[in-house]
């Protein structure tokens, strides 16, 4: 019996401390004009625009909806941006000859001597 009183004592005395901790706790009070706030709010009859298009673009499916568009526009423009590099090489390779460049390096270094 001796141990068990031992081992409560410390307990005992732990339930004491926290139980005078609350001695020191106050009330919380709320802001001012809380209730005020909280009725008017209440008796408000209708959402005003902003709050109409809050609550709609809000919803999960609009939000996933706007990123599938999102990412399907840049799927496409990635798409169609390798096609159409691929026709402007196309046509870069059958404009350029040899002939095309050497009327090019040659009209580059005709130059005319304008001093008397």
């Given at each position: 019996m001796k141990n068990i009183d031992m081992?409560?004592?410390?307990?005992?005395?732990?339930?004491e401390e926290?139980?005078?901790?609350?001695?020191?706790?106050?009330?919380?009070?709320p802001r001012?004009?809380?209730?005020?706030r909280i009725h008017a709010r209440m008796n408000k009859?209708?959402?005003?625009?902003?709050e109409r298009v809050?609550?709609?673009f809000i919803q999960p499916r609009w939000?996933?909806?706007g990123l599938c568009l999102v990412l399907a526009m840049n799927a496409a423009v990635v798409l169609f941006n390798n096609r159409?590099?691929?026709?402007?090489?196309?046509t870069i390779?059958?404009?350029?000859?040899?002939?095309d460049y050497s009327t090019a390096v040659a009209t580059l270094y005709d130059l005319e001597n304008n001093e008397p």
């Amino acid at each position: 019996m001796k141990n068990i009183d031992m081992n409560q004592t410390p307990l005992k005395n732990k339930i004491e401390e926290a139980l005078q901790s609350l001695d020191a706790v106050q009330r919380a009070t709320p802001r001012p004009f809380l209730m005020t706030r909280i009725h008017a709010r209440m008796n408000k009859e209708s959402l005003s625009v902003w709050e109409r298009v809050g609550e709609l673009f809000i919803q999960p499916r609009w939000i996933l909806t706007g990123l599938c568009l999102v990412l399907a526009m840049n799927a496409a423009v990635v798409l169609f941006n390798n096609r159409s590099n691929d026709a402007v090489v196309s046509t870069i390779e059958q404009t350029n000859s040899e002939e095309d460049y050497s009327t090019a390096v040659a009209t580059l270094y005709d130059l005319e001597n304008n001093e008397p």
